[in-house]
C-alpha cells in the first residue's frame, strides 16, 4: 500500500474544488492516507455520482488511514483516488456507500500523482446508485446563488414575477406557469447569461419592501 502523508480534506457529499472552501468548513487533518489507482472510469463515477462500491475495496483501506488526536477513531473507510493525472479522497460508510467527497490541495494531489506512477491500476466492482446529472462544473458561490434565486422565485408574487420576466428577456407574457418554467429553465441551464439581472431585480425589490 502506498501512502500520503500530512494532507486536508474537506469532506461533503458534493464534490468542490479547494479554492471553494469556506472558513467555517470543518477542515480535518490527516496524519497517512492510503492511495489506490483506479481507471477514469471509476474515479469520475465516484467523484460525480452517488455510488457504493464493493468489499474488497473497503478491505484494503480498512483502518489503514490515520488522524491527529482530534479525529482519531472517527472515520475507518478513508482514502485518495487516482487515475493517474488526478487525485481526491473519499470516505466510505461500512457498506460500501461514499458518505464524503474531498478535493485535494494542489501541491497534495500533486504529489499523490506523483506517487501513482509506479502503481498498478486496481479494479473494483462499482454500483451507481443515482446520477447527478445536473453536475454543471459551478462553483459553490453560483450554486449557492443558484438556491437562493430558486427560493426567492418561488415566494415570488404575480407582479414581481411578471416584471422580472419583461426585464430579462424584452417580452411580455401573462401565463403565470409559462413566466415560472422558462425563468427556471434559464436559471438551470443558461444561469450566466441572466442571473445578475435576476439578483439585482431581488435587490431592489428587498430594498422596497
Known sequence: MNYIYDVL????DKFFDFYDWNEDDNIIHIKKLPILKVSSNFFY???????RVDNSLLERIYRKSE????????????????DGRCAFIVRFDYKGNVIGKSSMLIDEENEVVDISECMNFNDYELTICSKNIHYNFSTRRECQLNSYIVSELNSMDYDKLYYLYFDCFDEHECDIEKINNRLLY????????IYGKIFDFLKLTSINK
Open 9 to 12: 480534506a474537506n469532506f461533503s
Open 45 to 51: 463515477n465516484v467523484m460525480f455520482n452517488s455510488v
Open 67 to 82: 488522524f491527529f488526536k482530534v479525529n482519531k477513531g472517527k472515520y475507518s473507510y478513508v482514502c485518495a483516488l487516482c
Open 186 to 193: 434559464e436559471i438551470n441551464n443558461n444561469f450566466g447569461s
